[in-house]
């Protein structure tokens, strides 16, 4: 049981390269999130997905897009990377209630020059 | 929109003595409240959760306490060790399911 798994670790992107980052869960977690970490600034939620086949907003999702064609996958795509989104990036899942507990990744660290 | 304040300046306590977190909240009122602790380079991991109707919430060495007509919760680790030194995070679930997190408080407990 591997938990929430993110790949890669550690990504250096060039302004307008597009990249996707992987997150897969094998907890049958309906619920997945991806979440961007800057000092200061907290956990910042970009997109989320309630199950396969569906995603929605979260506070800060300009820039990226997200897709769910199963319950074990929830990919993060940048299309055209700036340094603005140079961040660490966290995904999560968890299973149905208000009173469930995250479960999160390693993170990625991306840098965008 | 909901709102999660945390004291975003570290915490610096001496080891044995009882570090004591604060969280506060804005503008909604979570049926549950949860903590998580944060390592350098690491996601966050859960700690504990404690519900509206729970005054508070015991595991080990962590105490939380959910005021709700304040709006506040207490985070407290008693006879601190210099493991503990973390980043702790509050966060609920806000009105639309999503989880929100505060921007965290990093504890330093020095030997």
């Known amino acids: 049981n591997a938990g929430v798994t993110q790949t890669p670790k550690f990504q250096v992107l060039k302004t307008g390269q597009s990249m996707t980052l992987q997150c897969a869960q094998d907890m049958n977690h309906e619920y997945m999130s991806w979440y961007r970490q800057d000092p200061g600034m907290g956990l910042r939620l970009i997109h989320y997905s309630v199950g396969a086949g569906i995603t929605d907003q979260g506070e800060v999702p300009n820039g990226y897009n997200v897709s769910r064609s199963t319950t074990e996958d929830f990919p993060l795509r940048l299309l055209s990377a700036a340094p603005s989104q140079t961040s660490v990036y966290f995904c999560?899942?968890?299973?149905?209630?208000?009173?469930?507990?995250?479960?999160f990744g390693q993170g990625t660290r991306l840098t965008v020059v | 929109s909901q709102k999660i304040e945390q004291n975003s300046e570290a915490l610096n306590i001496q080891e044995g003595k009882t570090a004591t977190l604060t969280c506060n909240y804005t503008n909604y009122s979570p049926a549950y409240l949860q903590w998580y602790r944060q390592d350098p380079g690491r996601g966050p991991v859960f700690l504990l959760l404690i519900r509206e109707n729970e005054k508070e919430k015991r595991k080990e060495r962590l105490k939380v306490t959910f005021d709700t007509t304040l709006k506040q919760s207490l985070f407290h680790i008693t006879a601190s060790q210099p493991a503990d030194s973390a980043t702790y995070l509050c966060?609920?679930?806000?009105?639309?399911?999503?989880?929100?997190f505060g921007q965290g408080t990093e504890l330093s407990v020095k030997p």
């Open positions: 966060a609920f679930y806000n009105q639309g399911g999503k989880l929100i």
């Open positions: 999560a899942s968890r299973g149905q209630g208000r009173n469930t507990e995250a479960f």
